[in-house]
């Protein structure tokens, strides 16, 4: 195998062990939210202005950009989006009683509109694109996928199947996919306020079962720091203590690692806006992004841009406990537009 040649290094830090914002907000009998329903109106907006910033300079800047494309037409189809039909009164009690997902990936019968409604996103992207750009073949072939093959893919993809899925495809079909279960979600958290009020940590999107892309301590109106892991599919935000692995929900063993520049003129007191949480025990990892550090941190956004942490953290033995739906690994095609 060919060794990789990196210009950043792994630094390690230990969990501190003062108390973290959620155990002082709990301890002073403070109401965290343990779901975050996706606000369709403004994230993908949000997302599209950070990957802008991202891109600049970064080694991924094609494809950083063909996602700020992609996350501005997902902003736009989620202003006129229609009305999606909800969970009935039984599919609620029937989830409540199984303690399946209620809106689960593989599960629930996604109605035809989330197909138009994808179309009509590309057809935006492709209007978008310069007109060299490697990527309007692949935009192309995927708005004019049949029916048939484009649910294939769909199954493929919220199954967690790379086998057969079309990978350069792939992050084009999960935007519409993750569009219409925000859609989903959000409508059955307005509908039913309360349904997902108390929730067990967990290392899985309590709606719809996905894996989380990275996690996030939020700052602003009502959180000081508390961290939220982010689903890959529908958008919402779960809360789990920091210094807990999310993928065995162990305490012991749990370190943060961050890139450091060889390049520094001096090691940099600073510590990093996005860490990667790993577990000695289990050996999984995930994101942690501070907003604390980093305002405009979008944890979708900044995993993508930070794929060296991911393998400098794979490298040193961990797998990732997640996965980000706009950047899938299998077989040997790049993304559409990295090259
Ligand atoms: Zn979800
Ligand atoms: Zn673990």
Redesign the pocket.
Known sequence: MRRRQFFFALTTTHPPTLPSPEEIALQAGADIAAVRAPQADTLFAERALRLRELAAGHAMRDYLLLLALVSEAQHERARRYPQVRLPDAAQIDASAATGQPLLA?TAWPREPLWRTELRALLAQVLQQLPGDSPARATVQAVIGLPDQALEQQADRLLAGITLGLGMAAAPLIAAGLQLY?AHL?AGTASAHPGLWRHLESRGT?P????LPTSSIRRVGPGMKGQRYLH?T????EWHMVQVMCTHCLGTQGIHYQALQALAAAAPTSERAAVEAETCDHCHHYLKLLHMEREPHADPVADDLATLTLDLLVSDAGFTRHGTNLLLLFGDAEAPAGER
């Open positions: 990936a279960w979600v999107c709606c719809c079962g996905s689903c599919l529908c958008q919402t």
